[in-house]
């Protein structure tokens, strides 16, 4: 069993920048995929970042200003957001999961509650 409590969600003017957390419990974190997904009001949740033991993936809505990073020593998954756009508020979930495609939020075990992002224009 593996616990997800996301933090680092706010409001932010477009061009900002935040970084969200996401802290999982268990001693077996580093065996996991961990993702990132995204709601908006009215939209489906949409893939935002994975990141694998040893690859990164992204969604081409955020390639380039987003990044996903994790420290297994302390079961912490990261998402450093940059040029934020109002397009990107959404409540942002971590996800932990082993399963492909990592793209795909079915394929995942575990979730977060959620953390709230919004962007100002």
């Known amino acids: 069993q593996v616990q997800l409590v996301e933090s680092g969600g706010g409001l932010v003017q477009a061009g900002g920048s935040l970084r969200l957390s996401c802290a999982a419990s268990?001693?077996?974190?580093?065996?996991?995929?961990m993702g990132w997904f995204r709601q908006a009001p009215g939209k489906e949740r949409e893939f935002v970042a994975a990141?694998?033991?040893?690859?990164?993936y992204y969604a081409d809505s955020v390639k380039g200003r987003f990044t996903i990073s994790r420290d297994n020593a302390k079961n912490t998954v990261f998402l450093q957001m940059n040029s934020l756009k109002p397009e990107d508020t959404a409540v942002y979930s971590c996800?932990?999961?082993?399963?492909?495609?990592?793209?795909?939020?079915?394929?995942?075990?575990?979730w977060g509650q959620g953390t709230q992002v919004t962007v100002s224009s």
């Open positions: 996800a932990a999961g082993t399963r492909r495609p990592y793209t795909i939020a079915t394929m995942y075990d575990y």
């Open positions: 990141i694998s033991w040893s690859s990164t």
């Open positions: 268990g001693r077996t974190f580093s065996s996991y995929t």
